[in-house]
């Protein structure tokens, strides 16, 4: 069965977001938006504090899905017009994070951001450049492989802020938690990515569940959101079950196709989230429909029980 998405894109008759005291951030009850079209009419936002784990076949969107939320997300701050018309009749009231944090454990600042100025109309990345802080985790990442340390060099620590404080002889897991600390607080966090530390050699995977379990607990003090990106299919399935129990939400990603099309087409499934599913109205429980494009970012189209 097809169900067509209620249509976001209508200007919200009342505030979209509210001032708010720090006890109100942790009381349990605050949702930040997600900024991608119709999501968060439908479930409510998400649950601030949440740990996300965004989960997928390669190229399904779950990156997209992260780069969208960020942009549309700081668009609060440079255009609220917009903003506001992405969020369509998501009722609110939300808070917000104050900026986002990009951790990445392998790939550079040029190369993420020349894949979203590559995919996604200027807008996109000039809205991030401007409130994206850049975390560069190579170095430790690499150290002790048969990567030159040379290729690894970070020449500018952050896009913005002090310099990184971590130390690369500790270990990509412990620097990634070291930046995470450091970053997390009242901020939009991406973790770029469990699969790097799934695959790389001498992490043991009982520690990155360790540091999951904790990164969980840190993050409802923080007051924002920490997206993590995970390829499907990369870890063994009992790893791969251990990290969707040490999270709080898990989208997933995938591609699908039918004798009835002639064509693939992306999809997400909301496969984990207590105050999500609760608030999601039952014939919502079935797979997103959503579409990538340069000019919106991923939205959602129509939902399919499965």
């Known amino acids: ?8 894109y209508l200007y919200p008759t009342h505030p979209s977001s509210v001032p708010f005291s720090p006890a109100e951030r942790f009381d349990g009850s605050a949702r930040v938006p997600s900024g991608v079209p119709d999501f968060d009419y439908l479930t ?14 390669a190229g399904a969107g779950h990156q997209e899905f ?15 017009l917009h903003h506001r018309f992405y969020l369509g009749q998501a009722k609110g009231p939300f808070l917000y994070p104050d900026g986002v944090s990009y951790l990445s454990t392998s790939r550079s600042e040029e190369q993420v951001m020349g894949e979203m100025r590559s995919a996604f109309e200027g807008s996109y990345s000039e809205v991030l450049s401007r409130h994206l802080r850049f975390c560069d985790l190579s170095a430790a990442y690499f150290q002790d492989t048969v990567v030159p340390s040379e290729w690894a060099s970070v020449p500018s620590p952050l896009l913005s802020g002090p310099p ?8 990509p897991v412990r620097a990634l938690a070291d930046a ?43 007051g924002g959101i920490v ?59 079935g797979r997103f429909v959503i579409r990538v494009n340069s000019g919106s970012g991923l939205v959602t189209t129509q939902y399919e029980r499965i």
């Open 227 to 285: 997206y993590l990106l995970l390829s499907e299919g990369v870890a063994p399935p009992a790893v791969e079950q251990a990290v969707i129990d040490s999270v709080d939400v898990v989208l997933r990603f995938a591609w699908v196709s039918s004798q009835n099309r002639s064509h693939r087409q992306r999809s997400m499934l909301i496969q984990k989230s207590m105050p999500v599913l609760s608030h999601l109205p039952a014939e919502y429980h």
């Open 164 to 171: 990184a404080q971590f130390a690369p002889d500790l270990g």
């Open 44 to 57: 409510g936002g998400l649950p601030l504090g949440s740990l996300v784990l965004l989960s997928g076949e």
């Open 66 to 80: 992260a780069l969208t939320s960020a942009a549309h997300l700081m668009l609060r701050f440079d255009d609220p």
């Open 180 to 222: 995470a600390d450091r970053e997390g607080p009242r901020r939009l966090l991406i973790v770029d990515s469990l699969t790097d530390l799934l695959v790389r050699r001498g992490i043991d995977a009982s520690d990155l569940l360790t540091l999951l379990k904790g990164l969980r607990r840190r993050a409802k003090s923080w």
């Open 1 to 8: 069965m097809v169900l067509e998405s209620p249509k976001p």
